[in-house]
């Protein structure tokens, strides 16, 4: 093994990195780089997805088991707000595939393991931080609109929630709390989590680059997230099946469009 195939982050200089404007049609070259990436390794870029999948399906197994039936969809809302650092492999993967490095099992999770050492290991706490937060305000408003009601099942809760006007403001309240903590998660963490797997910086000085991306070309980045988000919902439909192939997909494809939102260490 090469000392490069050994330390594959780029030492860069500690401080924050220009940023490019991004396209429409830089997120749709991301997206066919990501699907190749996809299809010339599918069994390890699967393996992501499938534990991504298999952590869902075990969530709701617990909550069910607990008897927190009412925490079900709100779980299963905010479950691809924990899609960004589950795709880390699929990161190096990429970043590897993209200089022609080898791509070998021990490579990548040699490298996912030493993440603790870093800053992306912050950027973990960050974004189970948001999801305790949404968990949190969900359980709270249900205590103040719905307190009197009963979930002793699945169809009970939404029975409730669809059907009642306390259950309507839930819902108008859970949405517009829940796309605040989701934009806010995005920003700080579309070109945050890839950049800290590559560089060498601190993950405070990630997240504002990552807030700079988003803010340069607002509408295009929104366009991203409203992509990612659908793709993961809409995956989760068929008891998570979907996540195998999406979240490799999506994943590889967010390293392609972090590297065209910063420009290499270096360049002008």
């Not at 691809?80 to 021990?106: D, K, N």
Request: proline share 5%.
């Amino acid at each position: 093994m090469t000392s490069e195939d050994a330390e594959p982050q780029t030492r860069a200089p500690d401080r924050a990195p220009k940023v490019n404007k991004i396209s429409a049609q830089d997120i749709w070259d991301s997206l066919k780089a990501g699907a190749a990436d996809f299809a010339a390794h599918p069994v390890m870029s699967g393996f992501f997805g499938l534990v991504y999948a298999v952590f869902g399906l075990g969530f709701v197994w617990c909550l069910i088991q607990l008897g927190m039936v009412w925490m079900i969809i709100p779980a299963i809302v905010g479950f691809p707000l924990v899609a960004p650092f589950a795709a880390a492999g699929l990161y190096e993967m990429s970043r590897r595939r993209q200089i022609g490095l080898p791509i070998r099992w021990r490579d990548i999770l040699t490298v996912m393991a030493d993440q603790r050492k870093r800053e992306l290991g912050w950027m973990a706490f960050v974004t189970l931080f948001v999801f305790w937060v949404w968990v949190y305000q969900v359980r709270l408003w249900l205590a103040i609109l719905l307190k009197d009601a009963s979930f002793s099942d699945f169809d009970g809760f939404m029975q409730t929630v669809l059907y009642t006007p306390e259950g309507w403001t839930f819902l108008a309240i859970g949405t517009c709390v829940g796309a605040f903590l989701a934009l806010a998660l995005f920003s700080v963490t579309v070109i945050a989590m890839p950049m800290l797997l590559e560089r060498e910086m601190n993950f405070v000085s990630a997240m504002l680059t990552s807030v700079r991306a988003v803010t340069e070309k607002p509408l295009v980045m929104m366009v991203w997230a409203a992509i990612v988000t659908g793709a993961l919902l809409l995956s989760m439909v068929p008891a998570f099946v979907g996540l195998i192939f999406t979240l490799p997909i999506l994943g590889h494809a967010t390293w392609h469009l972090y590297k065209r939102a910063i420009p290499e260490v270096g360049a002008s």
